[in-house]
């Protein structure tokens, strides 16, 4: 199913307690912070908002976020993409003091009478981005590579007089440097 962009201020508790799911997608224009960062999107970010009241009477909050993000891979400083999918179980608080009471299972989402969902959206998308973005298999840039090529390491193997079955004692050179 298509959805369209995500509202950007809605009661949350209006539709926790009717039980409604909203569904829309995110773009790289409205997602001011993670082009902040140095994040883009590759396409649109699809997230799903499922607000219900629980057992106790908490407004809740299911989020999951799927996102495919444009970074820079740190080992060769290339821009890579990174496909992300982030999910967070939130109850709606009104206070710091309401959120300290909260069950540890629930992440405590501070609102006021109306929420932007861009911006949750986008908070969730920064929370799951990984500090320390690399290539998943071992990437080299062309600056890289053509040093590599260019350096000729020549290790030839080491020569011992000790028979194949006995082993090389890791302290004898101590013993060279005490005489």
Known sequence: MKAGALPKQVDLRGLAARGVTVMGTLSSGTAERLSAAGVALAQPAEA?????????SRYVVDLTVTAAVIMQCQRCLNDMTLAL???????????DE??????ASYEPLLVTEEADLNNIAE????????ACPVHEKDCKSDEQLAALSSQQLDVAPAITDKPEGEKENPFQILEQLKN
């Open 48 to 56: 799903v908002f499922e607000c219900y009241r629980d057992d106790a």
């Open 85 to 95: 999918k982030a999910s967070a179980h939130m109850a709606c608080v009104w206070t």
């Open 98 to 103: 309401e959120a300290t009471g909260l069950a």
């Open 123 to 130: 908070e969730e998308i920064l929370l799951a981005l990984p």
